[in-house]
């Protein structure tokens, strides 16, 4: 069965650069989440996406943004990164309205800042 | 407080013990609920998902939600080192809301 596909899988980016990861949830699927995970940390709630319309906002910071495309793809755009910014994203997928059914997770983009 | 409480272990048992993981929550409005499993680097894999309260049973894992004590469990029977991994938890409260996880349970399976 077709999963949540994660882009890139490694990044690696100096300070105040900027990255971009992508999301494609799996088929049908109309909720987008992403987190973050940082080592030993459970995954925190960046924001989510229903229907291509930002749906919920967690603990983004100002320097991230993101959208939900007519595809239902999704990409994360962080910008002025810093160390801390260094973890595992993770985009998850649901059917139906956010917080509601089966929450799939993708493998996840591991971000290293240097 | 955190909306949800997970012992964070480790656990370690011997290969073939019964596991008994378990999570404590807050809010009385949670109905959906779900057990994930993630290896180190992994995206977290989902086990068991169950809806308002009840038992449910898949193969060697089993589920249990008493929503009248606010506390979930997952079972793992015959547990084999391949179970050894860190164990969420997460729960919402339905449409609106975040899912809400534990922070993970560390468990190792010793041959």
């Known amino acids: 069965a077709a999963g949540v596909i994660q882009s890139p899988r490694h990044l690696i980016k100096e300070k105040r650069e900027t990255a971009t990861l992508k999301c494609y949830p799996i088929p049908r699927h109309d909720t987008v989440y992403w987190y973050q995970q940082g080592p030993g940390q459970d995954p925190q709630f960046l924001i989510s996406?229903?229907?291509?319309?930002?749906?919920d906002k967690g603990s983004i910071p100002d320097r991230f943004s993101a959208q939900q495309f007519s595809d239902y793809h999704s990409e994360l755009n962080m910008s002025s990164l810093e160390l801390g910014d260094s973890a595992l994203y993770f985009c998850?997928?649901?059917?139906?309205?956010?917080?509601?059914?089966?929450?799939?997770f993708g493998e996840g983009s591991r971000l290293t800042v240097l | 407080q955190k909306e949800v409480e997970q012992d964070p272990g480790p656990l370690s048992v011997p290969e073939g013990a019964i596991v008994s993981l378990n999570c404590t929550y807050s809010n009385s409005a949670f109905q959906y609920f779900m057990w994930y499993r993630q290896y180190s680097r992994k995206g977290p894999e989902l086990l068991m998902y169950t809806y308002s309260s009840g038992n449910k049973e898949d193969g060697r894992f089993t589920a249990q939600v008493d929503k009248s004590s606010k506390y979930i469990s997952l079972f793992i029977r015959d547990s084999q080192p391949s179970d050894s991994a860190t164990y969420l938890c997460a729960m919402s409260g339905g449409t609106g809301n975040q899912f809400y996880f534990g922070t993970g349970t560390s468990l190792t399976v010793i041959p």
């Open positions: 998850a997928s649901s059917l139906g309205p956010p917080g509601t059914g089966e929450l799939f």
């Open positions: 996406f229903y229907e291509k319309m930002q749906s």
